[in-house]
């Protein structure tokens, strides 16, 4: 989580959402990366699970990441559950809860959904409070610039 909150203050200071995900092999060896890029990328779907994901895939030659651990600093919205079940990922632990749009626990349960093809575990609210002040003070300061 450590790594994935640097990641999160990397997002911050390309004026994206600091949100970091780094996605791990049954090993512990790290296989992807990634940060927030929608804004820096003009791109709706550079959420940084989705980076993450990506870096992964490439890395292995593969879109299966089975046994892979996803961690990010934020509860993953539907978009982005979703491509952790299409990547039959093993099993996703958090930091922050999303009230406004977590799709694992908050508002739902995409790695549950037993009508889903593939289930995973969910762990949430690791360094949940490290990972709340980064996102809390990002949005502190944008209100202070007169910004969103």
Same mark, same amino acid.
């Given at each position: 989580? %450590?790594?994935?909150?640097? +990641?999160?203050?990397?997002?911050? $200071?390309?004026?994206?959402?600091?949100? /970091?995900?780094?996605? %791990?092999?049954?090993?512990?060896a790290r296989l992807?990366?990634?940060?927030?890029?929608?804004?820096?990328?003009?791109? =709706?779907?550079? @959420?940084?699970?989705?980076?993450?994901?990506?870096?992964?895939?490439? *890395?292995?030659?593969?879109?299966?990441?089975?046994?892979?651990?996803?961690?990010?600093?934020l509860e993953p919205?539907?978009?982005?559950?979703?491509?952790?079940?299409? #990547? *039959?990922?093993?099993?996703?632990?958090?930091?922050? =809860?999303d009230p406004k749009?977590?799709?694992?626990? $908050? %508002?739902?349960? %995409?790695?549950?959904?037993? *009508? +889903?093809? @593939?289930?995973?575990?969910?762990? /949430?609210?690791?360094?949940?409070? #490290?990972?709340?002040?980064?996102?809390?003070?990002?949005?502190? *300061?944008?209100?202070?610039?007169?910004?969103?």
């Amino acid at each position: 989580m %450590l790594e994935a909150l640097t +990641l999160a203050r990397l997002a911050a $200071s390309h004026g994206d959402v600091p949100v /970091g995900c780094v996605v %791990l092999a049954a090993d512990g060896a790290r296989l992807g990366a990634g940060e927030n890029r929608r804004e820096v990328g003009a791109d =709706p779907t550079a @959420h940084a699970e989705l980076v993450a994901l990506r870096d992964a895939c490439r *890395r292995l030659g593969t879109w299966r990441l089975e046994g892979a651990t996803a961690v990010v600093t934020l509860e993953p919205c539907a978009m982005c559950a979703g491509a952790l079940v299409n #990547a *039959r990922i093993g099993r996703v632990v958090y930091g922050a =809860p999303d009230p406004k749009a977590g799709a694992l626990e $908050s %508002l739902y349960r %995409l790695g549950a959904d037993a *009508r +889903l093809n @593939h289930r995973f575990p969910t762990e /949430g609210g690791l360094l949940a409070d #490290a990972c709340a002040r980064e996102l809390r003070e990002f949005f502190a *300061r944008l209100r202070a610039a007169g910004q969103k």
